[in-house]
């Protein structure tokens, strides 16, 4: 129900077009205005009803559209998670865009959350504190998290076996993929991104798939592609893929979900920072953007609203902030 179908009807009773009620309007008019259903359950002619209740107009207006405001206002502040769809993982869950993506399903009602990670009991410790973390050469202040509602499972992209990501998946209709290598030695980087940002994520799909998910949403980066647009000397993708070459195994990974047949939205961030928005969001084209940062908030409101957003569907999504605008209160997807 929206608010055009509300005032819609309550129209129809104003002006003697008495075309029957849409269920879910009248059963929400009839209980809001206090209205008694008939023995049938059945009210074609609304008009008569209240009527016969001697419900004023002016009264009834009042209310049907202060209930079509509110109802606007909820239904657009958050997604309906169809039924199929209710129960969301996401794996790499207490890394830093991970938490904050945990942070907004947490918060949101009717779905269940499972946080993914490789030690429970370290993330039930973790995910509830606030704290200043270091995460290869920069240093992070995290808030805490509301895990009442949470179900914290262990998922490990590199030791587990397809089966067993399987098993932590069961029952979900949507997965997050939020993991990620973190660049630390030197002499390990190139194989812990290939286990990781490759492997792990091929595993994640596997296992999305036997497990019978519906959606997967995989945050990648900006450039992920660069070698095959032309990008291979830009400063981007040479700073970017001296880690590990992380660059060319997330292609590799983003190819593998591509053609895995479910359905997925690709997100592909430029440079992450941990403070808040200070430009609006920008969503750009598969292949369009070699530079620009963006705010780790606005990456998880991205993943989010792809979960529901048809229009996210099949596509990669690359994402900045817009310097020289000022931020705006994410709204839903633009594009």
């Known amino acids: 129900m929206n608010l055009s179908s509300i005032l819609f009807s309550f129209l129809l009773?104003?002006?003697?077009?008495?075309?029957?009620?849409?269920?879910?309007?009248r059963q929400n008019l009839i209980s809001l205005n206090g209205i008694s259903e008939k023995s049938n359950n059945e009210v074609t002619n609304f008009d008569e009803v209240v009527s016969s209740q001697q419900l004023d107009r002016r009264s009834l207006f009042v209310k049907t559209a202060s209930f079509a405001a509110t109802s606007y206002a909820l239904s657009s502040a958050s997604p309906v998670f169809a039924q199929e769809n209710s129960r969301v993982v996401v794996a790499g869950a207490t890394g830093q865009t991970g938490r904050r993506i945990l942070e907004r399903l947490a918060a949101k009602p009717g779905i269940s959350v499972v946080a993914g990670c490789r030690n429970v009991d370290k993330a039930n410790k973790s995910l509830s504190e606030s704290s200043t973390v270091i995460r290869?050469?920069?240093?992070?202040?995290?808030?805490?998290?509301?895990?009442?509602?949470?179900?914290?499972?262990?998922?490990?992209?590199?030791?587990?076996?397809?089966?067993?990501?399987?098993?932590?998946?069961?029952?979900a209709g949507s997965l997050i993929i939020a993991t990620g290598?973190?660049?630390g030695n030197p002499l390990k980087m190139n194989g812990e991104a290939h286990k990781v940002d490759n492997l792990g994520t091929i595993?994640?799909?596997?296992?999305?798939?036997?497990?019978?998910?519906?959606?997967?949403?995989?945050?990648?980066?900006?450039?992920?592609?660069?070698?095959?647009?032309?990008?291979?000397k830009s400063?981007?993708?040479?700073?970017?893929?001296?880690?590990?070459?992380?660059?060319?195994?997330?292609?590799?990974?983003?190819?593998?979900?591509?053609?895995?047949?479910?359905?997925?939205?690709?997100?592909?961030?430029?440079?992450?920072?941990?403070?808040?928005?200070?430009?609006?969001?920008?969503?750009?084209?598969?292949?369009?953007?070699?530079?620009?940062?963006?705010?780790?908030?606005?990456?998880a409101d991205v993943c989010v609203a792809s979960l529901t957003d048809k229009k996210t569907s099949n596509k990669v999504?690359?994402?900045?902030?817009?310097?020289g605008t000022a931020p705006k209160v994410f709204n839903g997807l633009n594009m």
């Open 136 to 171: 290869g050469a920069m240093v992070q202040k995290v808030g805490s998290i509301d895990t009442a509602g949470v179900d914290i499972k262990h998922l490990d992209v590199v030791a587990d076996s397809v089966d067993d990501i399987a098993e932590t998946l069961k029952g």
């Open 181 to 183: 290598f973190i660049p």
């Open 13 to 25: 009773t104003q002006s003697g077009a008495f075309s029957p009620v849409p269920a879910t309007v």
């Open 235 to 299: 400063a981007g993708f040479v700073i970017t893929n001296a880690f590990g070459n992380v660059l060319d195994e997330k292609i590799i990974a983003e190819n593998y979900l591509r053609a895995s047949g479910l359905d997925y939205t690709i997100v592909r961030p430029g440079g992450l920072k941990a403070k808040p928005p200070t430009g609006e969001l920008k969503i750009s084209g598969e292949d369009t953007l070699n530079s620009g940062e963006i705010s780790r908030d606005l990456v």
């Open 203 to 232: 595993r994640l799909v596997d296992a999305a798939k036997k497990a019978g998910v519906k959606k997967v949403v995989m945050v990648s980066s900006i450039l992920t592609n660069g070698r095959n647009w032309g990008q291979e």
């Open 317 to 323: 999504l690359e994402i900045i902030e817009n310097d």
